[in-house]
Nanobody
């Protein structure tokens, strides 16, 4: 059983930055691919970014050039640095984990491929 706890959300203005954290407990963190998804009101959950157990990174087009994902296995934490935030980034951000023993990540954007999810952290960007 893996538990994921997100933090770092908040209310910011357009152009500001936030760093989200996803802390895992249980399991062997170094064997987990981790993804970030978000869900805005009235919209479906969408992929934002992911990092494999071997630190390959993946980004949605909306995140490329503004967001950076990283992991610290010693702290069992994945970070999502979000710069130049826009009002359309407003959403609840969730992290999710997928246990794997292979390198890379076949379908990082597929929510159905993940095993465990956190409760989410709210990000609100005002214009």
């Amino acid at each position: 059983q893996v538990q994921l706890v997100e933090s770092g959300g908040g209310l910011v203005q357009a152009g500001d930055s936030l760093r989200l954290s996803c802390v895992a407990s249980g399991g062997q963190f170094s064997r987990y691919n981790i993804g970030w998804f978000r869900q805005a009101p009235g919209k479906e959950r969408e992929f934002v970014s992911a990092i494999s157990r071997t630190s390959e990174t993946y980004y949605a087009d909306s995140a490329k050039g503004r967001f950076t994902i990283s992991r610290d296995n010693a702290k069992k934490t994945v970070f999502l640095q979000m710069n130049d935030l826009k009002p359309e980034d407003t959403a609840v951000y969730y992290c999710a984990s997928k246990h794997t023993i292979v390198t890379g990540f076949l379908r990082p954007a597929s929510a159905n491929d993940y095993d465990y999810w956190g409760q989410g952290t709210q990000v609100t960007v005002s214009s």
